[in-house]
Every structure is written in structure tokens, then in C-alpha cells.
């Protein structure tokens, strides 16, 4: 990558003085009904959202970005259409690249044929597209997850497919495994984590898996553990020691005989730390489930339950031993399905997913650090059992035989109708007598962590992937943090201690 480009470093922020404005709000379209799939923060404290939506007119689905402001306004949305003749299209996620510009990822088919091929699209700071890739191997596929790796190029995965790519999408290596791909990260070592789901037959319960890959593709280690029902995994985030944080739901040992929300703690040599469901009596899991890092060595997840009767959002926090700090549902609509999260530049959350109130909307919610969007949530009553399961055997792996094409598309400019639940955007907040900052920014070589607690504290560093690459202890009441040596890109500085807090830096030439 040219160091011509701008190092944006790229912070979940808890500061006190900084606005933790929350809301709710749901976008509807008179084109077809909004599904939200993905969401990520953007370095200008807006977030990415990507999903589909399903044509009126066709019947079928088509792939659609929007970009949105701090306060979750419409910066502008661009609809991907291929929806004719019996074509779809669908996004599954989407990550603000260093240039900047976007790389999304999902499926495109035609349903006569009962064909589908993962698509990857990769635009500029506007969502117009550069270029489209399409990656087929004759059997029905689907993108899941996309990362840019360190060297500038992509690493995804599909249904059950591992592929890493240069910069313009040309494929580097393949990797076909025996198992349902959903999610992949670049670890601070230049090494791949994939998790997912494993059978032993097609009638047998899934078993939640984690793989980990060298930069070649060769396999290091596999994590596959089984019980007395199904385990499904459906992201991995790297925690604050250097392990790995699995998030998916079970049905195995959980509070109830229905689906509960599931965790599992890795170290970085596959080794399990612990696993542990996450439920509630009379409730289940109906939506898959993400998470993002907390500073603590945490994480907070996502996802809906059937708790309050129709499918409705929850969020919880966990310590870094797993143990449940907070819960919150959220029952401004009902009928919600919650399906990505992300940090906020003010310590919070957002997340997105859809709603089938009256016609399908996409939902959107900002909340603040400890889950609350001052609306109509309610606090979760969520309990916690640890979960044994089995080791079982290890994953076959081989090579991919792929094709790869352009992808034909059509962008439109879009906006959705846009209804607010409930906000608190504009109301003034008092700011706390403590300073938690850091400067200056932008800043060329390095920055200093202020932090006028006068308790002890420490810092990580890592990129948007979750890999950490430097950490430290906060010295006094200012660190200096030398970044000269990093190469260009995205990166996220955590500081943990008594008053736990990041910040939004950007490093320019």
C-alpha cells in the first residue's frame, strides 16, 4: 500500500464530553421491503449499512449501501440492481476500506436457474463502484464475510469457501472446507481465523468451529466441539489477549429447550477458554448474532429474542471471563430481528437488522454505553449457564476451483422514508471535570493518550480486523504512542482502566 495515503485510526469512544446521543429509527422504501444485514463504523463517526431489498416488482432481491451521519441521517443510499429476468442480489457485509472507499460482499443468482455465486463489490468514498467480481464454483454460494487484509487485498468467505485476493480481486488462494464458512479475520500476525458451523452427517447437529489459516492458506489449528444439540457460530472478533471471541447461539445445555445465544473464548492457539449460553425461560434465540470488543477485554453481542412474545432486539455485555454485565430488549416495534453492531464514537452502540411491522423497514438503533437508547427498552432478565461440550475431529480441507467475472449492475440513488421512534439527538449533555482525550489530531508519527484519572490504565492498539499490534501501559496522566512505524491503515487504540475510553485520530503525511 502507498504510505501517500491517510492512516486513519479509528476508536470506540466512552469520553463523557463527547455526545452519546441515542435514537431509534426504522427506513422503509416504496421500491420493496428493506432488510438490514451489516453494519460498521465509518472514520467520520457515520456508519455503512448494507443488506437488501426486495423488489415489488420482481419479486427478488437487490443489493443496497447507505451511508449515514453520526445522528443516523442519510448521507446517501445506492441500490445494486441485477433483479431482472429472475436475477437477485444481496449484500451480507460491507467494510470501509484505507483508501477510503467501501468492499461489500454477498450473493447474486439467478432463480430459474437455481444459481448463486458470491458477488464482492468494491466502490469509492461515494458507493459508486471501481469494480464487481463474481466467484462461482457451480454450486449454490453466498458471500458471508469480508476483510481487507494487511497487505491491501481481501480475504471472504463463502458458504463453504475461504478466498483471499490481491487488491482488484484476482484470486491469490482458495481454500474449499468441510463445513458452513460465515465469518473470517486477520489476526495481528498476518494468520486467518474462520469460524462457522460443522456436520459429521447431514442428519447429525452442527458443531461450532474455528479454524485458524496461514497467510498461504495452510491449516495451523481447528477447534470443533459438539454436543447434545446444535452449535452455530456466526462471527469472530479478536480479543484484547490475543485470543478470539466466537458468537453464535446453541441448543445444547441452555436455560431453556429453545435456541439461547451462545460465547466461546479461544487463546491464539485454538485452545478453549470458556463457552457459555446466554438466555432467558420462555425466551429463544430467533436471529443470528454479532459482537464487537469492548475495551475491558469484553464484548457486547447482538441479536433478537422471543422473550416479550414477537422477535425483539437485545444487546448484552460480557467481561473478559465471559460473565454477563448488562442486558437490555427493545420493544419500540415488534417483530424486529437484530443482524450487525458496531461501536459508536461516543462509547456507544449501533445496530441495524429489519422489522416485518406492517411492511418489512430497516431498523436502526444508536445506544448509549451501557445498551440504553431512551426509548421503550427494558432490561433483559438474562441468565448465564457454562457449556461443556465435546472436542471432536478436525476439518477436511482442499483446494477451490473458481471462476471469476465482472458483474453487470445498474446503480441507482436512493432514499428512504425515514421514521423515528425516539431520539435524543440535540439534547445537551454535561460534560465530566476529567479529560480522557487524545491529540493531536490529525497527528503524523504519534499521539498522547490523556487521561486525567490518576489511576492506572492500559492501552491496545489494533487495526479494524481486531489484530492487536501494540500495546502498553498508560504512564502518569499523558502517553506518548509512536505510530511512525505502522503501516497505512485503519486502526483502533482502546484504553482500559477505571474510567475505560478511545478516540478518533487521523494520521496524514
Not at 178 to 190: K, P, Q
Not at 216 to 235: K, N
Not at 388 to 399: A, F, H
Not at 468 to 491: F, H, P, R
Request: aromatic letters at 10%; a negative charge; glycine letters at 12%.
Amino acid at each position: 500500500m502507498s504510505k501517500k495515503n491517510t492512516l486513519i485510526v479509528f476508536l470506540s469512544i466512552s469520553l463523557s464530553g463527547q455526545s452519546q446521543s441515542t435514537f431509534q429509527r426504522i427506513f422503509k422504501s416504496t421500491i420493496g421491503g428493506v432488510m438490514a444485514q451489516s453494519i460498521r463504523p465509518l472514520a467520520d463517526h457515520g456508519y455503512a449499512i448494507a443488506g437488501n431489498v426486495e423488489n415489488y416488482s420482481y419479486q427478488l432481491p437487490e443489493m443496497f449501501f447507505t451511508k449515514t451521519d453520526a445522528d443516523g441521517n442519510q448521507a446517501w443510499t445506492r441500490l445494486y440492481q441485477t433483479a431482472s429476468s429472475g436475477h437477485f442480489g444481496h449484500f451480507m457485509d460491507v467494510k470501509q476500506t484505507s483508501d477510503p472507499g467501501y468492499i461489500l460482499i454477498g450473493g447474486v443468482g439467478d432463480q430459474l436457474a437455481n444459481i448463486s455465486d458470491i458477488a464482492v463489490v468494491r466502490t469509492d468514498a461515494n458507493g459508486d463502484t471501481l469494480w464487481t467480481r463474481v466467484y462461482a464454483n457451480g454450486t449454490v454460494q453466498s458471500g458471508s464475510s469480508i476483510s481487507q487484509t494487511a497487505d491491501g487485498g481481501f480475504i471472504f468467505t463463502g458458504r463453504n469457501l475461504v478466498v483471499r485476493t490481491d487488491v482488484f480481486g484476482a484470486i491469490q488462494w482458495s481454500k474449499e472446507l468441510m463445513m458452513e464458512t460465515t465469518a473470517v479475520i486477520e489476526d495481528a500476525n498476518g494468520d486467518f481465523i474462520v469460524t462457522g458451523s460443522a456436520y459429521i452427517n447431514a442428519s447429525s447437529p452442527s458443531e461450532i468451529t474455528a479454524i485458524k489459516l496461514n497467510a498461504s492458506g495452510d491449516s495451523l489449528w481447528t477447534l470443533r466441539e459438539s454436543g447434545s444439540g446444535s452449535q452455530y457460530s456466526f462471527d469472530v472478533i479478536a480479543a484484547s489477549d490475543g485470543g478470539y471471541i466466537l458468537s453464535g447461539y446453541t441448543s445444547s445445555g441452555g436455560v431453556s429447550n429453545s435456541p439461547d445465544y451462545l460465547l466461546a473464548k479461544i487463546d491464539v492457539s485454538g485452545n478453549l477458554q470458556w463457552m457459555k449460553t446466554y438466555g432467558t425461560p420462555g425466551g429463544e434465540a430467533c436471529a443470528r448474532q454479532n459482537a464487537v470488543p469492548n475495551a475491558d477485554g469484553g464484548c457486547s453481542a447482538w441479536g433478537s429474542s422471543t422473550y416479550l412474545g414477537d422477535a425483539h432486539p437485545c444487546m448484552y455485555r460480557v467481561d473478559q471471563a465471559g460473565n454477563l454485565q448488562w442486558a437490555n430488549i427493545y420493544n419500540s416495534a415488534p417483530g424486529v430481528y437484530g443482524y450487525g453492531i458496531a461501536p459508536t464514537g461516543s462509547g456507544g452502540y449501533a445496530a441495524a437488522g429489519f422489522t416485518l411491522e406492517d411492511t418489512t423497514g430497516f431498523y436502526f438503533i444508536k445506544t448509549d454505553s451501557t445498551g440504553l437508547g431512551n426509548c421503550t427498552e427494558q432490561t433483559f432478565p438474562m441468565t448465564t449457564n457454562n457449556l461443556g461440550l465435546v472436542e471432536t475431529r478436525g476439518i477436511v480441507m482442499s483446494p477451490a476451483s473458481l471462476t471469476v467475472r465482472s458483474l453487470s449492475i445498474n446503480t441507482i440513488s436512493l432514499t428512504f422514508s425515514d421514521s423515528i421512534l425516539c431520539s435524543t439527538v440535540g439534547v445537551k449533555e454535561t460534560v465530566s471535570k476529567e479529560v480522557q482525550t487524545v491529540y493531536p489530531n490529525p497527528c503524523k508519527d504519534s499521539f498522547v493518550i490523556s487521561y486525567d484519572t490518576h489511576r492506572p490504565a492500559s492501552y491496545t492498539l489494533s487495526d479494524l480486523q481486531g489484530r492487536i499490534l501494540m500495546e502498553g501501559l498508560c504512564t502518569g496522566n499523558k502517553t506518548a504512542v509512536d505510530i511512525s512505524a505502522l503501516a497505512v491503515g485503519t486502526y483502533l487504540i482502546q484504553v482500559s482502566g477505571a474510567e475505560p475510553f478511545s478516540s478518533l485520530v487521523i494520521k496524514s503525511e
